[in-house]
């Protein structure tokens, strides 16, 4: 046994059990579950013709709502990106009554179901609401305008960059910083040319992550959108209403390219995870 | 520059890490602070560089007082265990980055900055290396580094945690000559921590023994490892035989064997310790006086250049006796035999007071 | 004990007057950032919770328990109990198969596969639904088997169940394999020259010392799979007490106007919600301690 485990024992193969029924079973729920429905998509799609495909896919309200949704979501991960980045430091650096309590509650995005975060942020933003009582008097809209769209993009990408960023900031290396103190350097400068640029990956990979939840998103912002054709109605919206239609071709065509997007920003994210661990030990 | 510590004291909870600690190091020494872990060596080292506050005492650098300055304002270059070398620089950047950190009036130009880090890439050998990461040079290189990017900004001190901690035997012991000669080159005030006594002994101007955050004894490496001022210092430097004898009418002895001293012994009869390094005991087959203990040889195991003998005593102690190879090959020990075992420069301590 | 009272002396309190130097932001921006933290963090999600609960019960008790036990919010209780009941074993068991494979051995894209496996957390939960409809609906693929064998998937249970599986896929599997990676071979190894079999060294060995991560992943497969919308709404055509989930009840009785049963309803999921941070703080907090005691 020893022998055998010896001869094996550097290669990935042949050390443990179990590798091809386990590989089998997982390769085949993948298949089932993942591609096939996945690959439908593109079937379907390549059944139209390339005009039929253009037609659906680059319609006026089709591109209103690429702007929208991609705007909105840009904006909304900018905005995750920024407030993160604080939230991460305050609730790594500092010590401060009720820290851990928030600290538990900023993944409650990702366990809300996003049905309820939706009408909760329309009634408190409606003009009854809450704080849509006090914003509308000043003129602020927020519910059922692209603002709403934003914030209810905010809300759920909210745990990406803070729980991308924390880690890092809680396995920051002290002593680099205190050599960089020791060397002279003031702490704006410590942050900006050491401690930045060492999380800066981190802060971009939930920047991505909040964008891509973001642009897919749909049951938190359906409620607070309005959803007006050209000025507030997002792409997945607009893919549902075309299947209400039965304009399956339609919907597939939006679908397919809101995938390939899905799958650019995936890529892009595989090549950030490479590129953050450039300067790691080899 | 000198540093004077004065009576400083610092405790983390209820762990007193410094107990009332006063040291101080002339200027231009290379000084050691030598303890076993715990013993407060590195809260001291970080308290001189203003990463850590006293709660009592002060810190005197060149006879002012440090305290209102912070670590960024004290100018002492400090080198860390681990090197906490900026991963995302490369050996040029991290050396520079002490440059050109300074408000504008006092950096220099950028000229002038690649000029003094080439230099000092140069003094560490390492100018071919100027565009590598840490994470693509070896642990000696990045030592290296860590010390160049400490001196870039010219300290009025450097401070070394641990130096070669973390690296090989084999680089460890270039690297102790090589910061011993370039000590020597620069001669800036420095202090550095280890728990190697091998490593204090060898590259530093003045030992600090450090033990439970006190200092227990300071002096030249000689002073210490031949006059050590307790049982622990004597213990801690070297590999050391205990006896465990008598004091009567000022005589030590071990089973009615008179042991010779190495300093005359005073004070009042009774149990005492004796101490004695495993080098200063001499095996004969064939006694030489009444200094001679009956033994029995144990073991012989070859290490390196020296032959390891174990003995058991007729007091019933385990020895352990280093004997050069030459002696070992004329001996021609066997395990089993009687020899006598004749101890020179025993020291005896009772209840931790030196006799 | 050391290492703790370092850890006070590294994190200042935020208001401590602690002297401001290369090691710590002065006073006033720890307070600013600590500010920011609260102020966002209260608007996000506190004030959403408050305003939830507080909506859920405007009416009184009486009216909460009433739009808790109305037949058609029951019979989505129900549903989504039974969603929940189908998917998470499957994802559960696909997990520990899928990182077996993956975090124990090497093989020729390895990676390619993990991104698979993750591929449905990047795919927009309406596009979800949409590829479920374009392979079993009406007009699908195994659409006109499926009618004259009079089996229905979309628009009833199984199209929600498939959709929701489709939907928590990776969330089992992506918190095990990095755990199972960093727990190396060795002590499966060593299980093996001691004569254990494959699976007894599954069970004995590898399996407790993930288990606080299954758990983990468990709980968010959990909290997805009762939550899900978007994808769901896809697939379920929305028959009231027969294919509504509890989050498609709470998008019907909001779009009646209905606000005081819509919050009431979502309440339930809140506290689901709640309930499940809980466990999942609680799990990360023993994982931690279990890593700290293994190293």
């Known amino acids: 046994m020893a022998r055998s485990l010896r001869k094996n024992g550097t290669a990935g193969w042949g050390t443990l059990p179990g590798f091809a029924p386990t590989m089998g079973y997982t390769l085949l729920c993948l298949v089932i579950v993942v591609l096939v429905p996945l690959s439908t998509l593109f079937f379907e799609a390549a059944t139209l013709t390339w005009d039929d495909f253009v037609g659906a896919v680059a319609a006026p309200r089709v591109l209103a709502s690429y702007r929208v949704t991609f705007g909105a979501a840009l904006l909304a991960a900018l905005t995750n990106a920024f407030s993160g980045v604080i939230v991460a430091w305050t609730l790594v650096r500092y010590r401060f009554p009720g820290r851990r309590m928030l600290d538990a509650l900023v993944d409650l995005p990702f366990a809300l179901p996003t049905a309820v975060a939706g009408i909760t942020l329309a009634g408190i933003f409606a003009s009854n609401g809450w704080l849509g009582k006090v914003l509308e008097p000043l003129g602020v809209k927020v519910a059922f305008t692209p603002v709403g769209i934003w914030l209810a993009m905010v809300f759920i990408g909210l745990p990406f960059v803070v729980r991308t960023v924390q880690p890092v900031l809680e396995e920051f290396d002290r002593e680099v910083e205190e050599a960089a103190a020791c060397l002279g350097g003031n702490r704006w400068q410590i942050f900006s040319r050491v401690v930045f640029p060492l999380m800066f990956p981190a802060v971009l990979t939930g920047f991505t992550l909040a964008f891509a939840r973001a642009v897919g998103e749909y049951g938190s912002i359906v409620f607070i959108a309005g959803n007006m054709p050209m000025v507030s109605e997002i792409t997945p919206l607009l893919i549902i209403t075309k299947l209400e239609q039965y304009d399956y071709a339609g919907a597939t065509a939006v679908a397919v390219v809101m995938l390939v997007i899905s799958f650019m920003v995936l890529l892009a994210l595989n090549l950030l995870q490479k590129w953050s661990r450039r300067y790691a030990e080899q | 520059m000198s540093i004077e510590i004065e009576n400083v004291s610092k405790r983390f909870g209820a762990f007193a890490a410094l107990e009332d600690v006063s040291l101080s190091v002339p200027s231009g020494e290379l000084v050691a602070l030598l303890g076993p872990s715990g013993s407060g060596k590195t809260t001291l080292l970080r308290i001189i560089a203003g990463l850590e506050s006293v709660d009592d005492g002060r810190v005197l650098l060149n006879g002012e007082d440090a305290s209102p300055h912070d670590a960024r304002q004290r100018k002492v270059g400090f080198v860390f265990q681990h090197y906490a070398l900026f991963r995302h620089m490369n050996v040029f950047d991290n050396v520079a980055f002490g440059l050109s950190v300074k408000p504008k009036k006092t950096r220099p130009d950028k000229e002038a900055i690649r000029s003094k880090v080439f230099e000092l890439l140069k003094l560490i050998q390492m100018e071919h290396l100027w565009d590598r990461y840490p994470s693509q040079l070896s642990g000696g290189q990045r030592q290296r580094v860590a010390l160049a990017r400490a001196l870039a900004v010219e300290p009025r001190v450097l401070l070394l945690d641990e130096p070669f901690g973390a690296l090989d035997a084999k680089v460890r012991q270039e690297l102790r000559r090589w910061l011993r000669q370039l000590h020597d080159e620069i001669h800036v005030t420095s202090v550095f921590v280890t728990h190697d006594q091998e490593e204090a002994l060898e590259v530093a101007d003045r030992i600090v023994v450090m033990n439970r955050g006190k200092v227990v004894q300071e002096g030249t490496p000689s002073e210490v490892y031949d006059h050590p001022a307790n049982p622990f210092v004597f213990d801690f430097l070297g590999k050391v035989n205990l006896f465990h004898g008598r004091i009567d009418n000022g005589v030590a002895q071990l089973g009615g064997v008179r042991l010779p001293t190495s300093v005359p012994i005073s004070g009042g009869d009774g149990p005492a310790i004796g101490y004695v390094r495993t080098h200063d005991i001499e095996i004969s087959r064939h006694g030489n006086g009444i200094e001679d203990i009956t033994a029995q040889v144990r073991g012989v195991l070859r290490v390196g250049p020296l032959v390891r003998v174990d003995l058991l005593h007729a007091g019933g102690e385990q020895l352990e006796v280093d004997l050069s190879r030459d002696v070992a090959e004329v001996l021609a020990l066997q395990v089993g035999e009687q020899v006598f075992a004749s101890p020179r420069n025993v020291r005896f301590f009772v209840n931790d007071y030196q006799i | ?295």
């Open chain 3, 1 to 295: 004990m050391r290492s703790n009272d370092m850890n006070r002396s590294r994190y200042p309190g935020a208001f401590s007057v602690q002297k401001a130097g290369a090691l710590a932001e002065p006073l006033a921006v720890r307070l600013l950032l600590v500010g920011c933290t609260l102020f966002f963090l209260s608007l996000f999600l506190l004030m959403p919770l408050g305003a939830l609960f507080s909506e859920a019960l405007s009416k009184g008790w009486q009216e909460y328990r009433a739009a808790l036990i109305e037949p058609d919010a029951l019979s989505a209780m129900r549903l989504t109990l039974v969603t929940a009941v189908f998917c998470v074993p499957f994802n559960l068991f696909f997990g520990i198969v899928a990182s077996w494979c993956t975090a124990k051995f090497t093989f020729p894209g390895k990676s390619l596969l993990v991104t698979l496996i993750d591929l449905p957390f990047s795919v927009s939960p309406v596009v979800s639904g949409l590829v479920y409809v374009l392979v079993f609906g009406l007009q699908g693929w195994l659409g006109p088997w499926l009618q004259a064998h009079d089996i229905k998937i979309i628009f009833a249970v199984p199209g929600i169940v498939l959709a929701t599986v489709f939907v928590t896929f990776p969330f089992v599997a992506r918190e095990l394999i990095p755990l199972m990676e960093a727990q190396g071979r060795e002590e499966e190894e060593a299980a093996l020259t001691l004569g254990a079999g494959g699976l007894q060294t599954f069970f004995r060995v590898t399996l407790p010392n993930v288990k606080w991560g299954l758990l983990y992943g468990v709980i968010l497969c959990n909290a997805r799979a009762m939550g899900e919308f978007g994808a769901v709404s896809v697939v379920s055509g929305h028959v009231r007490g027969a294919t509504n989930t509890v989050p498609l009840q709470v998008e019907i009785l909001y779009n009646e106007y209905n606000f005081v049963a819509a919050f009431a309803v979502a309440s339930l999921l809140a506290l689901l919600a709640l309930v499940s941070l809980a466990l999942k703080t609680f799990t990360e907090w023993k994982l931690r301690q279990f890593q700290k005691g293994g190293a």
